[in-house]
Each structure stands twice: as C-alpha cells, then as structure tokens.
C-alpha cells in the first residue's frame, strides 16, 4: 500500500491484502477458483473493503487452491473441478484480459 504509486497493478492468485489499498487509486484484479477451502473466505469477505471500489474479482468455476501452483493437493483444500491446465488457462486468459483493459 504504501508504495502503490510506484505499481502498474496488483494480481493477486487465492489471496487478499491486509493492508488498505482502497484510497491507492491502485488497478486491482483478484482470482481464486470456487472450490478454494484453503484461503479463509470469511478474511477475504473483510478485506474486500479494503480494496478500491473498482477492483475486479474472477471466481474460476471448480477450481482450487492447490491448482494455482505446482505443489500438489495441500491439506483441508477443495476437490478440484475442472484441471490444473484448465485452471491456469482461465487464470491466464483473465490476467491477458484485465491487462488489456487497463
């Protein structure tokens, strides 16, 4: 947050920020897939304020945690739905497009 200023934007993958960015004027896009049982979806709710009102949030349909990497299945995380390939291309094609639009 407090050197917004010196960033073209913030992706983050399955996470959220603790620190309040929603006065940055910062381009915030945020992805996480819906079956997500690793990243704590009540501190996410909460930091959603913390971002500007204009962030762009992409929930991946049957993806997880796990499947934003290539360390295999971690402990309490959602079964998969769709692939890892899938996943990352849908993860892929939403950076290229959120970038595009900036």
Do not use: C
């Amino acid at each position: 947050a407090a050197n917004a200023d010196a960033l073209g934007g913030l992706i983050m993958l399955a996470s959220y920020s603790a620190d309040d960015l929603s006065a940055t004027g910062l381009r915030v896009l945020s992805l996480y897939g819906s079956n997500d049982r690793v990243m704590d979806a009540e501190a996410y709710a909460q930091a959603k304020e913390l971002m500007p009102a204009d962030f762009t949030e992409v929930v991946i349909s049957g993806g997880n945690h796990a499947q934003f990497g290539e360390y295999g299945q971690q402990a309490g995380d959602g079964d998969p739905g769709i692939t890892a390939q899938e996943q990352r291309d849908q993860a892929v094609e939403a950076i290229v497009n959120w970038i595009a639009a900036g």
